[in-house]
């Protein structure tokens, strides 16, 4: 039995939970440090077999985090001087830095480190000049010194590009399953948005609203965040919009069912992050068993082209996508077969129980053996 630490800036990640779980399943003392940006958890608490240690500092995301992340920075590096663990799994350049810096001190090089690279830092949250080459220099340094390496996307292998190390594993942001309900072929086309309303989304949110009212299909929007007021009065503009605010876990499977489309655009203008992104939101739509509309030139545009799960757009071009949007009506039983492909494409590919064997011999395989 191993002691196993994982940290992130997040609580209650999905994909560092999912670890936790597995790994503390196999009997291994597992502990998650983690940043509770609303305050509301315990500062320490043991649940499912897990001890977590939680920096309880109320904070907003992105740019509004950042005079608060030398805290995080100081505690984490507190933390890491005062224990022992045979592996570390820091999450972003954030937990990757603090441990690097604890081990180093520690004289600790028999630690193992796995980084957990799900955002590459200077392109999805400081994406500034000088600053972003500045940090994309460090995190490549960083990376290249670490003992293993988990992607959230093969694609990020372009991001990186720099030395790597020997073990790498894709493990992707794979949702808890969802239940496959068919749409009956009925009624207008419905095309479902359910996801973060951040700045960086404004644009393409805004111009597909404008979209679906030419093409006349119904266009369904749920979700939160700090462009939520201003998408609700937009969307009350439109009669074919509906705003459903932020939907519950236990609703997901209802609005995922009642579509035909899920809106799954992610503009590579917009962040760099996005062409290399298989965002969670896309995996729930595959698992959901609904085909996609994605941006051209992502990477997604690859995984849909490839098993023809959906249809890769440019919004920019504006008659072509109402043309799309007009024919599919016409086209029900190929958007049905499209949406079977697309859940098979995530049993076979992308569900968690088809990686977790492959995460557990990465994590064991370390263990003692650097």
């Not at 984490?76 to 603090?98: A, G, M």
């Not at 503009?237 to 997901?252: L, S, T």
């Not at 098993?307 to 049905?336: C, D, T």
Request: glycine fraction near 6%.
């Amino acid at each position: 039995m191993a002691r196993i630490l994982l940290t992130a800036s997040f609580s209650g990640i999905p994909r560092v939970m999912r670890a936790a779980r597995a790994l503390a399943g196999r009997g291994h003392e597992v502990f998650v440090l983690e940043w509770d940006r609303g305050g509301n958890l315990p500062k320490e608490e043991i649940k499912d077999g897990i001890t977590f240690i939680r920096y309880r500092k109320r904070s907003g995301y992105g740019k509004r985090a950042a005079f608060n992340m030398i805290g995080w920075l100081i505690f984490q590096l507190s933390f890491l001087l005062s224990k022992e663990f045979d592996v570390i799994q820091p999450q972003n350049l954030d937990s990757l830095l603090p441990t690097y810096i604890a081990l180093r001190i520690l004289r600790r090089k028999d630690v193992p480190i796995v980084y957990d690279l799900a955002d590459f830092y200077a392109d999805a949250y400081l994406n500034i000049w000088p600053i972003n080459k500045i940090v994309a220099a460090i995190e490549r340094k960083l990376i290249s010194r670490v003992n293993a390496l988990i992607l959230v996307s093969p694609a990020q292998i372009e991001q990186i590009r720099s030395e790597i190390p020997k073990k790498v594993l894709c493990v992707y942001n794979s949702p808890d399953d969802i239940r496959v309900v068919e749409r009956s072929n009925e009624g207008d086309l419905k095309i479902l948005y359910i996801g973060s309303f951040e700045r960086k989304r404004l644009k393409s949110l805004l111009k597909f609203m404008e979209i679906s009212a030419q093409a006349g299909c119904e266009f369904i929007l749920g979700g939160f965040g700090e462009m939520e007021d201003y998408i609700r009065l937009k969307s009350s503009e439109y009669r074919n919009v509906r705003f459903i605010g932020k939907v519950d876990r236990k609703d997901m499977s209802k609005y995922y069912a009642e579509a035909d489309i899920i809106f799954s655009y992610f503009d590579p203008k917009e962040s760099n992050n996005y062409k290399v992104a298989v965002p969670n939101k896309f995996l729930e739509a595959l698992a959901s068993g609904k085909p996609v509309i994605v941006a051209e030139g992502t990477f997604l545009e690859e995984i849909v082209k490839k098993y023809q799960i959906g249809f890769p757009v440019n919004l920019e071009r504006e008659e072509e996508v109402v043309a799309l949007l007009k024919s599919l009506p016409m086209e029900r039983s190929r958007l049905v077969e499209m949406g079977r492909r697309a859940r098979k494409v995530y049993e076979e590919l992308f569900s968690w129980d088809k990686i977790m064997p492959e995460y557990l011999d990465l994590i064991e395989g370390l263990i003692g053996n650097v």
